[in-house]
């Protein structure tokens, strides 16, 4: 089992940023890939930014230039750096600890409200 915790949403004007903090622990050692998704109310939970084990990374075409991905010293931690936050970016933001596409998992979120 792995657990996953985020910390580090919170409230922020448009134009600020914040910066989310992810931790995963117990059996990490197969852990490829570490994401960040997020989902807005009535709306799907969407992928932000991933990164792998290697360090390559993904993002999001509307998080391109504004969010940046890392990970920490030891591969079972990851941030996510976010400027030029919009009011649209309002979510909760959701930690993945991905092993395989059919084994994820997820931590209990962290919201993220931006305020015009």
Same mark, same amino acid.
């Given at each position: 089992?792995?657990?996953? !915790?985020?910390? =580090?949403?919170? %409230? !922020?004007?448009?134009?600020?940023? %914040?910066? %989310?903090?992810? &931790?995963?622990?117990?059996?990490?050692?197969?852990?490829?890939?570490?994401?960040?998704?997020?989902? &807005?109310?009535?709306?799907?939970?969407? +992928?932000?930014?991933?990164? @792998?084990? =290697?360090?390559?990374?993904?993002?999001?075409?509307?998080?391109?230039?504004?969010?940046?991905?890392?990970?920490?010293? @030891?591969?079972?931690?990851?941030? %996510?750096?976010?400027?030029?936050?919009?009011?649209?970016? @309002? &979510?909760?933001?959701?930690? &993945?600890?991905?092993?395989?596409?059919? +084994? !994820?998992?997820? =931590?209990? =979120?962290?919201?993220?409200?931006?305020?015009?």
């Amino acid at each position: 089992q792995v657990q996953v !915790v985020e910390s =580090g949403g919170g %409230l !922020v004007q448009a134009g600020g940023s %914040l910066r %989310l903090s992810c &931790a995963a622990s117990g059996s990490i050692f197969s852990i490829n890939v570490m994401g960040w998704y997020r989902q &807005a109310p009535g709306k799907q939970r969407e +992928l932000v930014a991933r990164i @792998t084990s =290697g360090g390559s990374t993904v993002y999001a075409d509307s998080m391109k230039g504004r969010f940046t991905i890392s990970r920490g010293n @030891t591969k079972n931690r990851v941030y %996510l750096q976010m400027n030029s936050l919009k009011p649209e970016d @309002t &979510a909760v933001y959701y930690c &993945a600890a991905i092993k395989s596409p059919d +084994l !994820v998992y997820w =931590g209990q =979120g962290t919201q993220v409200t931006v305020s015009s």
